[in-house]
């Protein structure tokens, strides 16, 4: 039998997550979506403001809550420390909801603010359930320009334009917390890409794919796979002759801004592209890649492109 998803996705507010939480879940037919925001409400009802104050606050203001603020550096880690201790809180909860869904054999959506990787514990699920964690990211004009969008459609509008400064804050903490905890983080420059993205996390399309071309081909590989595709690049294994094993490498390569600037870098240090082609030529060339696709029809798509260029590897069963 199947497990069911669980998907989670968060960001600061003004990413888009609501817009991106609705489609996926569309995408997947999950009936099931819930707001962390919804779930806060319940929390709150249960604990008072006197026993947790920052709770009964926004979590873009709840620092203002916080005891001894003075222990904090700057305002950088006041902020952060507030939407900490505000989304501990929550999470608790969070995580009582996604036990519930996977008891009932449920698919599930949840989005918000309040989940944040390393507090969050997911690895207490993966074996009941498909469990699938990101974050959603955006650069600072983009997030301003919707965050202000999305503040002028609700009530309390007013109130949130004076603070992008703090969800900003609070999108590069929470941007930082999932490069440390291997959360993925999705460029949500659009819903289409965004959704691509994830899907190539969730469904799993993916093929070992062997080729070979040289390192200025590299710009090529990205192009067709992550830019064009929406696919993933897992790893890299280097066959190199007199080696009983292949030389492997989890490279997970997903955003066209990172491999972009992957690109940028190798060519601003001769060194570094040096010893990579050194790399290259001790393998002749000839590596593999395990691709992940948000669909077959994707996955295939990727496999002709890269053919068409020349870059797939062409001998005995496709394996050097």
Known sequence: MRK????????????????????????????HLIETDFIREVVRGIIGPDYAPVLHRSSFDAYI???DKERFGDYTALVSAGFEEHASFVIPAIEKVIKRAIDDADDIVIEGVHLIPGLIDIAKFKDE??????ILSADEELHKERFVKRAMEIKRGGKHLEYFKENRIIHDYLVNEAKKHDVPVIDNESVNCTIKRMLSFIREHCKLITLKHSVDKLSEVIDIVIRKCGGRIVDVSYYIPGFSEPLKREVNVYDPREAQRFLDRLQSNPKRKRDLERLYRLSNNIHSHTICAPDKESLSKIIQELDKKGLLYKGEDDQP
Do not use: C, D, M, Q
Request: proline residues 3%; charged residues 10%.
């Open 65 to 67: 809550a916080l005891r």
């Open 4 to 31: 069911p998803y669980v998907i989670l996705i968060g960001s600061a507010s003004g990413i888009g997550k609501s817009t991106i939480a609705a489609a996926i879940a569309s995408e997947l037919g999950i009936k």
């Open 129 to 134: 359930a498909s469990i699938h964690f990101f």
